[in-house]
């Protein structure tokens, strides 16, 4: 079974509806990230959490907000989705106990606002 | 602001070609350097990393030397396979704060039989 998953893993709404995207992992991580990849751009980070009461934004935080309902779990919203918020959107976890920790990186849910 | 700069792709080769990936970095003090790859269809995961000057990273006959005096990590390999076709990404962690990795915009490898 994969460590960080993603669901769902394909979404199509509309401009305006509110949408959630959520992560779980298995990996006994504190750390949690949420990314977007848009192409020729990379991934960008949106927030992260270094554990469930610390959330902190990323370089582009507008127009998302999270909520870390245990340490397995992360979920993104768009509170108010609009075109320009297409992207593969990425989760990701690791492990503060490591210099330099890797991040493992979930599936990708891939969304598309209309 | 730290950044990474990556060759523009797609690169197109033959199997069993010799590949080299650019990659150039701009960052405050000496970061660690990775090299993540995406396969179709997945999340990223971690091909190899260096965390100080002079390493070289390896993995699955991948390699990256961790270049302090041209701020590069290029990303070799002597013969590659139909199976390396993916998009590669150099990423450096930041050394002050919070360790965020910055990616650059990757480079899709396409290995034709």
């Known amino acids: 079974d994969a460590d960080v998953t993603q669901t769902p893993r394909n979404r199509i709404t509309k401009t305006g509806k509110r949408i959630m995207l959520e992560c779980s992992q298995t990996?006994?991580?504190?750390?949690m990230y949420w990314y977007r990849q848009d192409p020729g751009l990379g991934l960008r980070l949106i927030y992260y959490?270094?554990?469930?009461?610390?959330?902190n934004k990323g370089e582009i935080s507008d127009g998302y907000s999270v909520s870390r309902q245990a340490q397995a779990k992360f979920s993104l919203s768009l509170e108010s989705a609009i075109p320009n918020q297409t992207a593969l959107y990425f989760c990701?976890?690791?492990?503060?106990?490591?210099?330099?920790?890797?991040?493992?990186f979930g599936p990708g849910t891939r969304l598309l606002v209309l | 602001g730290d950044s990474v700069t990556q060759m523009e792709g797609p690169v197109t080769l033959s199997e069993e070609a010799f590949l080299t990936i650019n990659c150039t970095y701009t960052?405050?003090?000496?970061?660690?350097l990775f090299w993540y790859v995406q396969y179709p269809g997945e999340g990223l995961q971690l091909l190899l990393k260096?965390?100080?000057?002079?390493d070289k990273g390896s993995n699955k006959g991948f390699e990256a030397t961790y270049r302090k005096e041209t701020t590069s990590f290029h990303l070799e390999k002597g013969s590659v396979q139909v199976s390396d076709s993916a998009v590669y990404f150099c990423?450096?962690?930041?050394?002050?704060?919070?360790?965020?990795?910055?990616f650059g915009t990757g480079t899709r490898l396409l290995v034709s039989p």
């Open positions: 960052a405050t003090g000496y970061p660690s």
């Open positions: 990701a976890t690791s492990d503060p106990g490591l210099k330099q920790e890797t991040q493992y």
């Open positions: 990423a450096l962690s930041a050394v002050t704060g919070f360790q965020k990795l910055v």
């Open positions: 959490s270094f554990d469930v009461k610390d959330i």
């Open positions: 990996k006994g991580h504190d750390r």
């Open positions: 260096a965390t100080k000057a002079d």
